[in-house]
């Protein structure tokens, strides 16, 4: 019997992918150190980290809970995130990303269901977003508790580093794909491609916080690939629900490759993705950005009336904001 089991309470890794993430990192692992359920570990990998992260973590996390990776080079977000969920050594595998909270009971809760119906090998939670300051302004949840057996039309009501899953089932469908490195998207098409196989159980309970923090990868729109890949992965669940496989599962990269090219000559639909993530960056009152979304969309289509709207969105807003700023 595995000797981190106590009695009936399984083991838990809890995996953190840490760069550049003061000052909210210390939240993030303070909330971990607060949970009800105790039987964790916490493994951190930092991925190069130059502002004072590396340095407070090994002043800060003592815990012999917690252990730390330090990768001597960069591997960016997705091998980051496939190393340190190869380091975790849990019966179950869940993360928390540096810069978001949780609930201080989250795992008690989630290994409660594992406890109560053995078959659920993913778990699942309803999460809220919370501004640069920690103040919640949303919330996604389920009516109830839910089982899903597919990807809803309308979308996961999780945000997907939430899930907590049974290490058996990394074993079967292997890690996050480097295809979107750079690019976004893996956790979600990790999770239909498990969802297939296994049902999530999803409780009604925000134990999640998503931070809307403007440093984040998230918010960085300056990769092409980024733009279009919303796009790209409607196309493969399409061809998944379809086919029950995809260009990416078959590793037809060179169909892969003409689908991105396809998506990138097509101005009208360039146009509206740079106004889409223009308008934004006007929701955050990054006006510089914004400003840059919207000349390249109009490069790509000047004659778009919503893209005029969206200008006059962002004027008006600089115009409130500096307004706001003299009162």
């Not at 989250?106 to 290994?111: A, F, I």
């Not at 493969?236 to 991105?260: C, P, V, Y």
């Not at 000559?265 to 509206?272: L, P, R, S």
Request: glycine share 4%.
């Amino acid at each position: 019997m595995d000797q981190r089991i106590h009695g009936s309470k399984p083991f838990v890794s809890v995996v953190m992918c840490a760069y550049n993430g003061l000052p909210y990192i210390k939240d993030a692992v303070a909330d971990i150190l607060a949970q009800t359920y105790t039987n964790w570990e916490l493994v951190i990998a930092d991925d190069g980290s130059n502002d004072g992260t590396r340095e407070w973590l090994n002043e800060h996390c003592t815990d012999a809970r917690i252990r730390l990776i330090f990768n001597e080079k960069n591997l960016g977000y997705v091998g980051n995130k496939n190393l340190v969920h190869q380091q975790a050594t849990g019966d179950y595998i869940t993360q928390l990303d540096n810069d978001d909270r949780c609930a201080h009971d989250r795992l008690e809760k989630l290994v409660n269901v594992v406890l109560q119906k053995p078959d659920i090998k993913i778990v699942a939670s309803g999460f809220q977003r919370i501004d640069s300051n920690g103040a919640v302004y949303g919330q996604l949840v389920p009516e109830t508790d839910i089982i899903l057996t597919e990807k809803p039309d309308n979308g996961y009501p999780f945000w997907f580093p939430a899930l907590m899953v049974h290490r058996s089932v990394f074993d079967t469908m292997g890690y996050f794909d480097p295809y979107f490195s750079g690019a976004l998207g893996d956790d979600i098409y990790w999770t239909v491609r498990a969802n297939t196989n296994y049902p999530i159980y999803c409780l009604k309970d925000a134990l999640y916080a998503y931070r809307n923090n403007p440093n984040s990868i998230t918010n960085d729109y300056s990769s092409l690939r980024k733009l279009i890949m919303p796009e790209v992965l409607r196309y493969l669940f399409i061809q998944r629900k379809n086919t029950g496989t995809d260009f990416l599962e078959q590793r037809d990269m060179e169909a892969l490759n003409k689908l991105e090219e396809k998506f990138k000559a097509d101005k009208k639909f360039m146009a509206e993705q740079y106004r889409i993530w223009a308008a934004k960056a006007v929701d955050k009152s990054d006006f510089i950005l914004a400003k840059k979304l919207l000349k390249q969309a109009f490069e790509c289509n000047m004659y778009s009336k919503t893209l005029i709207n969206t200008t006059f969105y962002w004027f008006r807003k600089q115009v409130t904001a500096f307004l706001s700023g003299n009162n």
